[in-house]
């Protein structure tokens, strides 16, 4: 009887440990995407701060961005075999550094360089994280739920980085947007370090594969470089191919290398499950959309609606609702629907909110904003966690690090893609709806003021029925991800993850 009361409490105690660990894990995560929002709306002060232009501080977001995507494969690889607790927490403690190096940066220079510090050690947090979920949470039902409720900190940060980060520059200055994510970092550090239990793929190997994570980060900066730059050289510029050269050239030896390697950073056979390569193409159609389609909301909302940068955040926070509460239902539905289903129904979803988007104007009020922004976060959020599961489900226990990784990767791209892509689409049809107007317009008035009221008023309509266009692509964009979706058969979801716990 005392054996049974004994291994009851010990089970009550694995239990709740579980859910300690997911807090744990969310506090990192929420904490690093939040920075990657948060900072954005710090740039004027820092700007003005430091007598830089506009496009020299696009790259304190450059070099964040580039220095993420490049580095989170190599952690992912380093957490399978050297522990994902000590890569945790190690990207971790960097990162907190890296944050109080950039609150204290005293130029532009500086500034790059602790951002770059910070992204580095920030995308350690991704593969890691969901390989330490999925070792923790073994049953299919449990993992799905888990995974469903961390992916919802992505949105929750992105949302609550407007909201956080115009206050505590009005009240502390830029420099507080970096600061808070110390004594925030350290609550997350202890977290790890009380709640986390180390575990290892179980084959360990002293071999790296260096020239294959040299040639992949080349290829990825050349790549998420001419995505971000893409638009401010042109895309056929010296610059544009010089990059479109060094991704292909790079890319092709990093394959060359990976069928050589004994321990591949990239291990290329995770390419020949189905269900792996149709979930990364569904992951990357859904975010290259709904990325190039929702960056541009608070752009709207402030030039035509006339709201200020804290009432655009605000029209933000039932999405955030949303999507936290359908997070669950996907981790509810696993074994119940098949995972193909689920995902395409939630694409599909997504796909209404942003076609609903289409119909705003300059008119249009908050609830034209709030309620497709609703729409489209619920489709999302019960689609996440089948999406995670499916790529901790499919690959070898071994590899779940490595294979989260290529799914950070591939949603970091599409995101890059989506917003270079619309952005695009968004100038060229602008310029192409003026000439329409312009064409199709006539004014019966000689008075300049009268001549300038109706051009003001051909360049408004030229650009809101872009954003049109923009919205309705986007929309199309997220069928096709639906339609794919179908393509995603999963023959048998492994329902235990075996490691080595220490």
Not at 233 to 242: P, Q
Not at 301 to 307: A, F, H, I, R
Not at 351 to 367: P, R
């Amino acid at each position: 009887m005392a054996n049974e009361i004994q291994t009851d409490t010990k089970l009550q105690k694995d239990s709740s440990l579980k859910w300690w660990i997911l807090l744990t894990v969310i506090v990192g995560t929420f904490l690093g995407r939040l920075d990657q929002t948060i900072v954005n709306l710090a740039l004027p002060n820092i700007i003005s701060d430091f007598g830089i232009s506009v496009s020299a501080a696009g790259w304190i977001a450059t070099a964040y961005i580039l220095a993420n995507a490049v580095f989170v494969p190599i952690w992912g690889k380093l957490g399978d075999t050297l522990g994902r607790k000590k890569v945790y927490i190690l990207g971790f403690s960097i990162f907190i550094l890296g944050s109080v190096l950039a609150g204290l940066s005293w130029n532009l220079s500086s500034m790059i360089i602790f951002r770059v510090i910070q992204a580095i050690a920030g995308s350690a947090d991704y593969p890691t994280a969901m390989a330490i979920l999925a070792v923790t949470f073994p049953t299919e039902k449990e993992r799905a739920q888990a995974l469903g409720i961390w992916s919802a900190s992505f949105a929750a940060a992105a949302v609550f980085g407007p909201l956080l980060g115009g206050p505590l520059i009005d009240n502390f200055g830029w420099r507080s947007v970096f600061l808070i994510n110390l004594p925030i970092g350290i609550l997350g550090l202890v977290m790890a370090m009380k709640f986390i239990k180390e575990s290892t793929s179980g084959q360990k190997n002293p071999v790296f594969d260096w020239w294959g994570a040299v040639t992949l980060g080349v290829s990825l900066t050349s790549l998420v470089l001419v995505l971000d730059k893409g638009t401010d050289w042109g895309w056929l510029s010296l610059n544009a191919w010089l990059c479109y050269f060094a991704m292909a050239a790079f890319a092709y030896i990093f394959v060359m290398i990976e069928h050589k390697a004994k321990e591949p950073i990239v291990d290329l056979k995770f390419f020949k499950i189905g269900a792996f390569v149709n979930t990364l193409i569904n992951n990357f159609i859904v975010f290259m959309g709904m990325m190039g389609g929702l960056f541009l909301i608070p752009v709207f909302s402030q030039t035509y609606m006339g709201y200020n940068a804290t009432e655009a955040g605000m029209l933000f926070i039932p999405m955030a609702a949303a999507l936290m509460a359908a997070a669950p239902i996907g981790g509810m539905l696993t074994g119940r629907v098949q995972p193909r289903y689920v995902i395409a129904a939630s694409t599909f979803v997504a796909a209404i909110g942003l076609y609903m988007f289409s119909f705003l104007d300059a008119k249009s009020g908050a609830i034209d904003i709030i309620l497709p922004l609703i729409v489209m976060a619920f489709g999302m959020g019960f689609g996440m966690a089948q999406r995670t599961n499916i790529i901790a489900s499919v690959v070898d226990p071994h590899e779940i690090g490595i294979a989260s990784s290529i799914l950070a990767l591939a949603r970091n791209i599409a995101g890059a893609f989506g917003i270079a892509f619309f952005a695009t689409i968004l100038t060229n049809v602008t310029a192409s709806n003026v000439l329409k107007l312009g064409q199709h317009s006539t004014i019966h008035s000689t008075n300049p003021a009268d001549y300038q009221t109706f051009i003001g008023l051909i360049i408004l309509k030229a650009q809101v029925d872009a954003y049109k266009v923009v919205f309705l692509t986007a929309a199309a964009l997220l069928l096709i991800g639906a339609v794919s979706a179908l393509w995603i058969k999963v023959n048998k979801v492994r329902d235990d993850v075996e490691v080595f716990v220490e």
